[in-house]
């Protein structure tokens, strides 16, 4: 069946640390926020956990004009990891109440989904359909929630890299076909800070499954927008004027420099960013990314690292990222094959009246 486009627009925000949303003119995420189809929240909901500091987050996202709100928890969000809990000693019973009311039907009702780690499926009243694969887990730093050690989680074994130890899960392993992949860490070298704090085994599994979009925080000297074109083609098989490919293949190490400055390693050809003006994006209460800007899955990936704190205070605007997903009266044969590979859930949500 011939596929149609449907374009859709996710506001991505990370790292909120119990900041209270207000409409102060002088913030660059503030009442109303820019409307969107879904939003993103890509952990460390909190400072610290709290009952009341999860309840106000919940209050935050209705505030927020969206269809849909998909969460996932971070590092500083300790209540909602319970192996955290129980290591520190912390009741189960505050454990319990904050999963509670982020699992809630209310809370759901309200467009809210927490989303556990692994593979999840929706489809809008627009009438696009998208796959989403999600996890709060970052490599081991200190004494924090949802950290695990050193190994390889995000591949299976047989993709591992010798000498390092695969730690992954059914859950945990990344799978192909996903439109968008939603983490509280960064990957290894791509919007993770000055020390590179990234996940190199991260990094791997985003170059091996290739999805439209990854998003993640975390590191909050990372924030900033990256693409990437895939591809493991010689300096001449690449149109220079466009920075698009003739053919994509499977990665591997090039190192090879292009002319203008642009190099390819990895398998990937790091693109030209699209122009942002952070003085504008900060007046208008988000930073934009159109679909004409973005390339397509399995060909470029556009990373966002969308921490927007610093100190307990909004310091930067949220994105607004445009992409272009497959309607659902259009998927056809080669979706079906990837609802049966896959434990998905499928939710349409109704727009609240």
């Not at 019973?93 to 999963?99: G, M, S, V, W």
Request: hydrophobic content about 35%; overall charge negative; glycine content about 8%.
């Amino acid at each position: 069946m011939a596929s149609s486009r449907v374009k859709t627009t996710f506001l991505v925000i990370s790292d909120t640390h119990s900041v209270e949303l207000t409409s102060d003119i002088r913030t660059p995420f503030r009442l109303p926020t820019a409307r969107a189809d879904v939003v993103l929240l890509c952990g460390d909901i909190t400072e610290n956990g709290g009952l009341e500091n999860h309840e106000a987050a919940v209050a935050q996202l209705v505030s927020i004009d969206a269809e849909l709100k998909l969460v996932i928890p971070g590092n500083h969000d300790v209540d909602l990891d319970e192996h955290y809990c129980r290591r520190h000693g912390i009741e189960s019973t505050l454990n319990e109440q904050a999963i509670k009311l982020w699992k809630s039907e209310e809370t759901r009702s309200k467009g809210i989904v927490f989303l556990d780690e692994g593979v999840h499926e929706f489809a809008l009243t627009n009438g696009a359909h998208f796959t989403i694969y999600a996890s709060p887990w970052t490599p081991k730093h200190g004494d924090s929630a949802f950290q695990y050690a050193s190994g390889d989680r995000w591949n299976s074994a047989e993709v591992t890299e010798s000498p390092y130890l695969n730690t992954s899960s059914d859950s945990s392993v990344i799978p192909a076909n996903i439109d968008i992949i939603m983490t509280h860490g960064p990957p290894k070298y791509v919007l993770d800070g000055n020390n590179s704090a990234g996940c190199e085994h991260l990094w791997n599994a985003i170059r091996r499954t290739k999805p439209r979009m990854h998003c993640f925080g975390h590191v909050h000297g990372g924030y900033g927008h990256h693409r990437v074109l895939w591809t493991n083609l010689n300096a001449d098989e690449i149109d220079e004027e466009s920075g698009s490919s003739h053919a994509i293949a499977p990665t591997t190490r090039l190192n090879r420099r292009l002319e203008g400055g642009r190099q390819v390693t990895d398998g990937k050809l790091d693109l030209m960013p699209t122009f942002v003006s952070v003085g504008a994006a900060k007046k208008r209460g988000y930073a934009e990314l159109k679909a004409g800007d973005l390339g397509t899955q399995g060909q470029e990936t556009l990373f966002v690292n969308a921490a927007l704190t610093d100190e307990g205070v909004f310091t930067r605007p949220p994105w607004l990222i445009e992409l272009e997903l497959e309607g659902r009266e259009t998927l056809g044969e080669d979706c079906s094959k990837k609802r049966k590979r896959h434990s998905e859930t499928v939710s349409v949500l109704k727009r609240r009246t």
